[in-house]
């Protein structure tokens, strides 16, 4: 039923919708205010419900001396419009968690770093990886949900790459959540992964990512006259 109604909602066009919003702001909330206006059902991310944990594994000869770490996102913010097939999604890089003992068990990360390798780990996220005063937002434009896989633009470290996200994807009048696993490179989006000691501790370029996002049906008010 939910397959069937998912199709119903990729289908189905209301009269005069807007036109998808082009590059920009990850969240257009009047362009969104727009299309339920014309009728379509428009959804707000729920942060409370939603997660995205990126794993990173390390490598170089001293591997053994180095810890692996989970990176997580719970402040991710935007807007889906299903029947239009469309969403627009975004958080700051500044506000992501480093090594949360739960994720970390649930990424099969033994090995609980010291608070002093927690900082350490984020300083060195923050800064000369992914520089963030530079690029302080990560944007995900979703163009569209063909044969389980979300076709994403995504805007990293300055530079934008399409990809093919394997999803679970579950719609009703209340809700809608996505969910999936996936594999991306530092380095497709010009980020150079962290290493020390030309390379003899460092981490993987290949990150493990996966994701949970919820959004909640969003019934915007009408304008003040």
């Not at 997580?72 to 097939?85: E, I, K, M, Q, W």
């Not at 968690?97 to 609980?112: F, I, M, N």
């Not at 809608?176 to 501790?201: C, E, I, M, N």
């Amino acid at each position: 039923m939910k397959r069937a109604l998912l199709l119903l909602l990729l289908l189905s066009a209301c009269a005069g919708p807007p036109a998808p919003p082009g590059p920009g702001p990850a969240a257009d909330p009047d362009w969104y205010r727009t299309a339920a206006a014309s009728g379509a059902a428009v959804y707000m991310v729920d942060p409370e419900a939603s997660l995205v944990a990126v794993t990173v594994r390390r490598a170089g000869l001293m591997a053994r001396l180095g810890h692996d770490h989970v990176v997580a996102v719970r402040t991710l913010a935007g807007h889906v419009a299903p029947g239009l097939g469309r969403a627009d999604l975004a958080f700051r890089v500044d506000q992501m968690s480093v090594d949360e003992p739960q994720l970390l068990g649930e990424a099969g990360v033994a090995r609980q770093p010291s608070p002093q390798a927690v900082e350490g780990t984020r300083k060195n996220m923050l800064g000369p990886v992914l520089e963030a005063q530079r690029y302080p937002l990560v944007k995900l434009q979703v163009q569209g949900l063909a044969g389980g896989q979300l076709r994403v633009d995504v805007t990293l470290h300055g530079a934008t790459r399409r990809l093919a996200l394997p999803a679970t994807v579950q719609v009703d009048a209340g809700q809608v959540s996505a969910s999936g696993r996936a594999k991306l490179k530092q380095t497709d989006f010009g980020v150079t992964p962290f290493s020390v000691g030309g390379g003899l501790l460092a981490v993987q370029d290949e990150l493990e990512v996966r994701y949970q996002i919820v959004a909640r049906r969003w019934e915007p008010l009408a304008p003040t006259p």
